[in-house]
């Protein structure tokens, strides 16, 4: 089934993801940058954009395997629960924003706030991400293959950031923790499924201080 | 919400297209600011010497060929061309005088801008009636800077719309909003910057068009900025020969840039971009935040 957004609207292409039975691989062609393309799919269908897409691609995915050729906009796939969502080019900001699961690949770069709020999403970016990615990162894992800006993994949870690269600067609470077996064997799986060819090894690993978790009435409150 | 939309041709030979270019990138830019719009275009118009004014009527039914007399009686030898309630004068006259003359000889004519290449037009409407109105799609030039606007802030009327200008030739559309427009306008009000509506964007214009009368380059004026306008931004910003754009420090608002050997266009969205002739082998990229990209007219 192919849908050509230069003709067809995005409702109906989404409509038709939502509806009885869709067929197992949909294409669609000339989203041109368009909002909102296959949001809310709940069923295992393989689906192909071929081209830019805008604000909230492939928003509270579940199950559906989403393949952009091309950038995505804000938002792209936010509250993913399952499935797979690799984007070719680069994300604009919030990628994978509060998702519970499934795994974005983005090839390029990811803007600002990158896996903001996840909740276990895996997210694995083969280039940077831009400052505040994984803020208040609740679980899953960030992998980032090139650099992260300022304040990564700020007021982190349970998440789990894995960087080669450089990192501007660590959020209040984040720090750098030794690698264990169990990191180098997920990380590994984790490079692996997104296609990646690096070695765990060259990667350090962010995770939660935890000192932010309980309130600390001596403090002098200043974070 | 608004949409931000500049275009730079790189190749002289496309500058008579500039208008039609840039026509899907305005009209793109609806869904993100319904209630007005406008553009400053610039080329290379005014004659040594001479300086071009963007008049504006909005619903006063004006003889614009009687204005046109009193500006010869007061400013000497001039042109004016007409388009509907909207009139371009070339004459010999400085900024100043022309404002104050205009305030005081016909004050039911807004004076959008001054300069020697910058034309201006701003109304209120749907972004496709505005370009209908004034002819968009014809215009001609180096660059434009282009805004659609969704009135958060304060009000919709034609002088709310965006291009804001200071001085001669500089314009800046934003999207977004700043949360201490008054301070800072009360801070340029003790230096003499005097200011035409409440809002917020024509802080940000004043502020930056009166640090590069003191003297300031773009780069100087906008890193300056980053500790003066408070809020969110994405400005575009037009100069005689330059296109820029700068981001808040927190990237709160959209851009995106395609450039070519043939131009760069900048819109809030790549949806208003696609339409561009070879945008499909562009280089595309989002302007990363606290930095300034600045391209030059070659």
């Avoid at chain 1, 009885?20 to 669609?28: E, G, K, L, M």
């Avoid at chain 2, 215009?139 to 002088?159: C, F, I, K, Q």
């Avoid at chain 2, 100087?220 to 037009?238: E, H, K, N, Q």
């Amino acid at each position: 089934m192919n849908f050509d957004l230069a003709s067809q609207s995005v409702r109906e292409l989404n409509a038709y993801l939502h509806g009885a039975a869709p067929d197992a691989s949909v294409t669609v062609t000339s989203p041109n940058g368009a909002h909102n393309v296959a949001v809310g799919v709940n069923v295992p269908v393989n689906i192909d954009i071929q081209g830019h897409v805008g604000y909230y691609a492939a928003g509270m995915n579940q199950l559906a395997k989403i393949d952009i050729h091309g950038n995505a906009g804000p938002g792209l796939a936010e509250g993913m629960c399952s499935g797979e969502v690799h984007v070719r080019g680069f994300a604009s900001v919030a990628a994978g924003a509060a998702a519970h699961g499934g795994l974005l690949v983005i090839d390029g770069d990811a803007s600002l706030r990158c896996g903001i709020s996840m909740k276990g999403i895996d997210i694995v970016v083969g280039g940077s991400v831009g400052d505040y990615s994984a803020f208040m990162a609740q679980a899953g894992h960030l992998v980032v293959c090139g650099d992260a800006g300022d304040a990564l993994g700020d007021s982190l949870y349970e998440a789990v950031i894995y960087v080669k690269g450089s990192v501007a600067s660590l959020g209040a609470d984040a720090q750098e923790q030794a690698m264990t077996d169990d990191d180098h064997a997920r990380l590994t799986a984790l490079l692996q499924r997104a296609g990646f060819a690096h070695e765990s090894h060259a990667f350090r690993r962010v995770g939660s201080a935890r000192t932010l978790y309980h309130w600390n009435a001596d403090a002098e409150q200043e974070y | 919400m608004c949409g931000i939309v500049g275009l730079l041709l790189k190749r002289p030979a496309l500058r008579p297209a500039l208008g039609e270019l840039m026509l899907p990138m305005f009209i793109g830019m609806t869904e993100r600011g319904p209630d007005s719009g406008g553009l400053a275009v610039y080329g290379d118009r005014a004659a040594s010497g001479e300086r071009r004014f963007s008049l504006y009527a909005g619903e006063s039914a004006v003889d614009w060929d009687a204005v046109a007399a009193d500006v010869r009686t007061r400013f000497g030898q001039s042109t004016i061309e007409i388009n509907g309630n909207h009139a371009i004068v070339e004459v010999n006259a400085a900024p100043e005088a022309m404002a104050q003359w205009i305030a005081e000889a016909h004050p039911d004519i807004a004076l959008l801008s001054a300069g020697r290449t910058m034309d201006l037009y701003k109304d209120i409407g749907a972004p496709g009636e505005i370009a209908e109105r004034y002819g968009f799609g014809r215009l001609r030039g180096t660059h434009v800077v282009g805004h659609t606007r969704m009135a958060t802030e304060s009000a919709v009327t034609p002088a709310h719309a965006h291009p804001f200008t200071f001085g001669d030739d500089f314009c800046l559309v934003h999207n977004g909003s700043l949360s201490n427009p008054n301070n800072v306008r009360r801070e340029l009000e003790h230096q003499g910057v005097s200011f035409v509506t409440d809002n917020d964007t024509e802080a940000a214009c004043r502020y930056l068009g009166h640090r590069l009368n003191e003297g300031d380059d773009l780069e100087t004026a906008v890193t300056r900025g980053f500790s003066v306008l408070d809020g969110f931004y994405t400005l575009l910003i037009g100069t005689r020969d330059t296109l820029a754009i700068v981001r808040d420090p927190f990237a709160c608002k959209p851009a995106i840039v395609a450039e070519t050997d043939d131009y760069v266009a900048i819109s809030s969205e790549y949806r208003s971009l696609a339409a561009l002739p070879g945008v499909e082998s562009a280089r595309l990229f989002e302007p990363r935040p606290r930095q300034l990209y600045q391209w030059r007219v070659q």
